[in-house]
């Protein structure tokens, strides 16, 4: 079983080897087309409808693409016209440096059937760099002695320009000693050398300045100069010989900066000065230059900087040997880099469709394209994906894949596909790179709305605004875009009498539900309806859920007493018999609350009465009772207030008024009331005026006794108090030694000192 799971899992792989050589396609024939260096953008290079062999409008139909090798959109193509133009301006030295012919290799690629149609564009070469030399000035150290025709090497002008354009000739300012010849390398680029015309003396002229002049080909040509500075120099036989002319090495590309790459020895046969060898790079180009250090002491070439095989695989030195006395050697050194596997493979997507209708089979998901910048087995590659999806790889040409659907998907199972496209390499190590591909599949309308709960109670309570957010339904689809989209509605009642229209609303958008009107639990205390939810499908599915609206009670019904009545055309009359015990029931109220539970709670109290602490009210059952004992002091007539009072939030109440009348028996005579009295228009009442002579003998007696306590002390303060008789100051009194009432009534607490004659007899006060 193990073995069968393997082959399984290699028959799932697809394994691609590159033959970059030799390789026939089918279809059209490679063409090659050329254009001139910074050209305006937009310029035409080929019109692909005409070469292709297509027809007017087949590009657009096939959906035609142009894919270059550096992935950098320089061509642009109308898929109306067939014009291939240009993006940008072409730089020929950005694009190839050095490198002459400058081709730039790119595909052309239709779908529907998928075609690959590849082509060459030559950007041609302007000369639009001048000659430039590294130095501004050259110092040369020659001896005196040198014979005529004598050559010494010179450094050479650089040229970003390439074939005629690049340095072509070299000159030097009109001098009666030197004449410049100019040479060829074996690669075709030019450089100067000075020739002796005739013996130097440094006696006479020991410093010559002379300019040199590099000349390009170009129309018209371009120049460049740098000042020559030659030293006259003493006699130095002997220059500097190198142990090989020319040194050829290979370095790693991933050698450590600071690495070795070769060191050169050249020795001189001369002593002292004349023999001491110090080495320089004699020619550096701008990509050497910041690549390779030369120590001039020992000769030892270094790495100062990362090599890399893709973008330069050799380089060329040209290292002097000086001695002291200015004579000098040289060589060559040629250094091959070596390639190691260290570029991962290159993945590009060029289409990509997502969402995936689920019941569609053996749809095209993603069209891609891989590479590997390495050679040999570092750039050969493998691709392959996730063996547990609904998926397979399909290879093309060109290092094409096709990313297909391995049957109809099934989005309610599964919406959404994580696809890793895995390209390895057969480098050692292998390197590999992953790219992650998210396919979302389509829905389709399945699923009808399914509620949160079957059924949905909810509390207001009463007297709320209208308008009122009195609580929400949910319900969920597992479909997905327009059809899990939820309507909500209303449903007709079963009933038609109950309004439900005019009771409640609903959000369609959210389910939040609304009181349309203010409630009272006093008229409707529940009811009940049903809400439907409908998805945006086609066809549409839909759902429903019973929702039950409680009516919670509030305070807003005041007491109402029903006994005694407050509406009578004459007030109600209790009579108490002044003999009655205290705790004697006089009357009951008697009061109902319209509202419920602890709303409707009702307690009574004693607001106001005419002899507080005579009559009691009890809390709970609204009995009137007697506090006390009746006395003769008490009025014959009593008005109570009760309140009437409910344990709502906040509180409200209603009062009563009650008349008790207190009799000696049940036999005397009833007393008409107030109203009656006032309306009889008597011209006074002789209870009142008993209660004023009974108030005015009590003050006059209180101040009788005190004016005899005042003459009481004043005696004992004279001496004179034992002939029998006790004076009386006249005069005011002091008024703090008077306390009345604001009611005409004595103080609660007094006190009396009573003065008498003697023989008087007994005297009695009695209040």
Not at 59 to 87: C, F, I, W
Not at 294 to 306: A, C, D, T, Y
Request: charged letters at 20%.
């Amino acid at each position: 079983m193990e073995a069968g799971g393997e082959r399984f899992h290699q028959q799932r792989q697809v394994l691609i080897l590159f033959l970059l050589l030799g390789v026939t396609f089918a279809g059209w024939e490679s063409r090659r087309y050329s254009v001139m260096e910074e050209i305006e953008s937009g310029s035409f290079v080929a019109n692909l409808v005409k070469d292709l062999g297509l027809g007017a409008g087949e590009l657009a139909a096939r959906e035609a693409r142009v894919v270059s090798e550096d992935n950098e959109p320089r061509l642009q193509l109308d898929l109306q016209t067939g014009k291939l133009t240009l993006n940008e301006k072409l730089d020929r030295e950005e694009m190839c440096g050095p490198t002459d012919p400058c081709v730039m290799h790119f595909q052309v690629l239709l779908k529907k059937p998928l075609g690959v149609f590849r082509a060459e564009l030559l950007v041609r070469d302007i000369n639009d760099h001048a000659p430039e030399f590294p130095e501004r000035e050259i110092t040369l150290k020659i001896p005196e002695n040198s014979p005529p025709g004598t050559v010494f090497p010179l450094k050479k002008a650089q040229d970003l320009d390439v074939g005629n354009n690049n340095i072509q000739n070299y000159s030097i300012s009109p001098n009666s000693y030197f004449h410049v010849s100019t040479r060829s390398r074996g690669d075709g680029r030019k450089y100067p050398e000075l020739v002796l015309d005739r013996e130097l003396d440094r006696e006479k002229q020991a410093l010559l300045r002379l300019t040199l002049t590099a000349l390009d080909g170009g129309s018209p040509p371009r120049s460049g100069t740098t000042e020559v500075r030659i030293l006259v120099l003493d006699i130095n036989d002997n220059a500097p010989e190198f142990a090989q002319a020319h040194y050829q090495v290979q370095v790693l590309e991933n050698s450590p900066v600071g690495a070795l790459v070769v060191k050169v020895s050249a020795r001189d046969l001369d002593t002292g000065t004349n023999g001491e060898v110090s080495y320089s790079l004699f020619y550096s180009s701008q990509e050497m230059s910041p690549t390779f250090e030369l120590n001039s002491l020992s000769g030892e070439v270094r790495l100062i900087k990362k090599l890399d095989f893709e973008t330069v695989p050799s380089y060329d030195l040209d290292i002097d040997a000086f001695d002291g006395g200015g004579l000098s050697g040289k060589c060559s050194v040629s250094i091959e880099v070596v390639d190691v596997n260290d570029n991962a493979p290159e993945l590009t997507i060029s289409s990509l469709t997502s969402p995936i209708p689920e019941n569609s089979p053996e749809t095209e998901v993603a069209l891609f394209r891989i590479r590997d910048r390495d050679s040999g087995d570092n750039g050969k590659m493998t691709c392959s994906i996730q063996d547990d999806l609904p998926f397979i790889l399909k290879p093309s040409e060109e290092n094409f894949y096709t990313l297909v659907t391995n049957g109809a998907l099934d989005r309610e199972s599964k919406a959404e596909y994580n696809v890793t496209i895995t390209v390895t390499d057969l480098g050692t190590p292998r390197l590999k790179t992953e790219h992650n591909i998210t396919v979302l599949v389509a829905d389709v309308n399945d699923n009808a709305p399914a509620f949160t709960q079957t059924s949905y109670t909810l509390w207001v309570r009463e007297n709320n605004s209208p308008a009122l957010h009195i609580g929400s339904v949910s319900a969920t689809d597992t479909d997905a875009g327009a059809n899990a989209q939820v309507t909500y509605s209303l449903l007709p009642p079963p009933d038609p009498i109950v309004p439900l229209a005019s009771l409640v609303s609903i959000n369609p958008d959210n389910g939040h539900l609304f009181a349309l009107t203010s409630l009272d639990y006093e008229a409707l205390r529940a009811f009940e309806f049903h809400v439907g939810a409908t998805d945006r499908g086609s066809p549409a599915l839909s759902s429903q859920a019973l929702v039950r609206v409680l009516v919670a009670d509030a305070n807003d019904n005041a007491p109402f007493v029903l006994y005694p009545l407050q509406n009578a055309s004459a007030p109600c009359t209790e009579l108490v018999p002044r003999a009655a015990e205290p705790g004697y029931l006089v009357t009951k109220v008697v009061a109902v609350d319209g509202d419920a539970g602890q709303n409707a709670w009702l307690s009574y109290q004693l607001l106001k009465a005419t002899e507080p602490g005579l009559f009691g009210v009890w809390a709970h059952n609204g009995e009137v009772r007697t506090a006390r004992l009746l006395s003769e002091r008490d009025a014959p007539k009593q008005r109570l207030v009760v309140l009437v009072k409910d344990n709502g939030e906040p509180p409200l109440s209603a009062s009563v008024t009650l008349h008790v009348l207190l009799v000696d028996g049940f036999s005397q005579p009833y007393l008409p009331p107030p109203e009656a009295e006032a309306a009889a228009a008597a011209p006074a009442d002789p209870l009142t005026v008993y209660l004023v002579v009974a108030l005015a003998s009590v003050s006059s007696l209180f101040l009788f006794s005190v004016l005899v306590f005042v003459a009481v002390r004043l005696c004992r303060r004279g001496g004179a108090g034992s002939a029998g008789r006790c004076p009386v100051p006249e005069g005011h009194f002091p008024g703090h030694l008077v306390d009345v009432s604001g009611t005409g009534t004595l103080s609660q607490s007094y006190q009396y000192e009573v003065c008498l004659m003697g023989g008087t007899g007994t005297n009695e006060f009695k209040f």
